[in-house]
């Protein structure tokens, strides 16, 4: 089991940056798939960013692809989120998740394939 905690969230203006942190309890940090979701009032949890257990393979979604980048550290048990030109439309509660899925073939990117959530954290960009 794991728990995540985020942290990094707040008020920025249209074409400014944001960096999300999400710390993992556990010893088995590196055998999870990692990803970040977002989820704006009155829509589903949406896909963001994910990376695979060695990190060395990042996806993103296309709305967020060359403006966002997904990191993590197996040692430090921790995955980041850097948010760069950030615009209204990225407005939404961010949430760092854990999915035990995933393969050399298969990277998760729904929502039901992770298995733990951090409690959120909000992210506002003013126009």
């Known amino acids: 089991q794991v728990q995540l905690v985020e942290s990094g969230g707040g008020l920025v203006q249209a074409g400014g940056s944001l960096r999300l942190s999400c710390a993992a309890s556990?010893?088995?940090?590196?055998?999870?798939?990692m990803g970040w979701f977002r989820q704006a009032p009155g829509k589903e949890r949406e896909f963001v960013a994910v990376?695979?257990?060695?990190?060395?393979?990042?996806y993103y979604s296309d709305s967020v692809k060359g403006r966002f980048t997904i990191s993590r550290d197996n040692v430090k048990n921790t995955v980041d989120l850097q948010m760069n030109s950030l615009q209204p439309g990225d407005t939404a509660v961010y949430y760092c998740?854990?999915?035990?899925?995933?393969?050399?073939?298969?990277?998760?990117?729904?929502?039901?394939?992770?298995?733990?959530w951090g409690q959120g954290t909000q992210v506002t960009v003013s126009s």
């Open positions: 556990g010893r088995t940090f590196s055998s999870y798939t």
């Open positions: 998740a854990a999915s035990q899925r995933g393969s050399s073939i298969y990277t998760p990117m729904g929502y039901k394939e992770y298995d733990y």
């Open positions: 990376a695979k257990r060695s990190g060395g393979s990042t």
